[in-house]
């Protein structure tokens, strides 16, 4: 089984200010990793994902995360962010066998001041 | 996105009384997901089903069934609604890269 801790359920950050939001797994077998964001009364958007090789992964709209195996951890970062990226986030596991089934943690409200 | 669709999008209903919420898919997935999503909790899984009557159970079960008569749609029925059921109800299939979901719009279930 896989579980997933997030540590902060709540980031208020200044807008054009960088931004971490922390993720850690544990799991007994290999896995994929991914990063969803939930804009305000809307479903989970797939934000970025690694499966394997490069443990640096990039979103299109400037977010990346980091794999690290020794760490257990898959933190996101922002070098500056928007008011845009005000948005609830979510770590998710799952395992590499055949249709996965993805477990999540409990999500971190990223809030953007201006 | 595209190819998946819940309804209804807002229920709200009294206490004791069956709902059901339902799923329906345009990709051809074999396996489709229902989750709830409440806040502390992030999202649960609650059923999921690998094929046309064949469905399995998810961490928080209980109070939940669900069927699966046609590879497109998938319901999620609450035999007698608890106040405890109040939350958000997400649908979810395989994305096309069969790299985690595509979720659906989510239906929010009020009850009272």
């Known amino acids: 089984a896989q579980s997933v801790t997030q540590l902060d359920s709540q980031v208020p950050v200044f807008e054009e200010a960088p931004v971490e939001l922390r993720c850690n797994y544990s799991?007994?077998?290999?896995?994929?990793l991914f990063w969803y964001v939930q804009y305000p009364n809307q479903g989970l958007q797939l934000l970025l994902k690694?499966?394997?090789?490069?443990?640096l992964v990039e979103s299109i709209n400037g977010f990346e995360a980091e794999f690290n195996k020794s760490q257990t951890s898959f933190h996101l970062r922002k070098p500056s962010v928007h008011i845009s990226d005000t948005a609830e986030y979510f770590c998710?596991?799952?395992?590499?066998?055949?249709?996965?089934?993805?477990?999540f943690g409990i999500g971190t409200k990223l809030q953007v001041i201006p | 996105d595209a190819g998946i669709t819940q309804s209804p999008r807002h229920k709200v209903t009294e206490t004791g009384t069956p709902v059901t919420l339902r799923c329906h898919q345009t990709?051809?997935?074999?396996?489709m997901y229902w989750y709830r999503q409440d806040p502390g909790h992030g999202l649960r899984l609650i059923h999921y089903?690998?094929?046309?009557?064949?469905?399995d159970k998810g961490e928080v079960s209980d109070g939940y069934s669900v069927s699966r008569s046609k590879t497109e749609d998938f319901l999620l029925t609450l035999e007698s609604a608890t106040s405890s059921q109040t939350s958000v109800y997400f649908c979810?299939?395989?994305?096309?890269?069969?790299?985690?979901?595509?979720f659906g719009s989510g239906t929010r279930l009020t009850v009272v």
């Open positions: 799991s007994s077998v290999s896995v994929y």
């Open positions: 990709e051809n997935h074999r396996y």
């Open positions: 998710a596991v799952s395992d590499t066998g055949g249709y996965q089934k993805v477990t």
């Open positions: 089903s690998y094929g046309v009557k064949d469905t």
């Open positions: 979810a299939i395989p994305r096309t890269d069969n790299y985690g979901y595509t």
């Open positions: 690694y499966l394997s090789g490069s443990t």
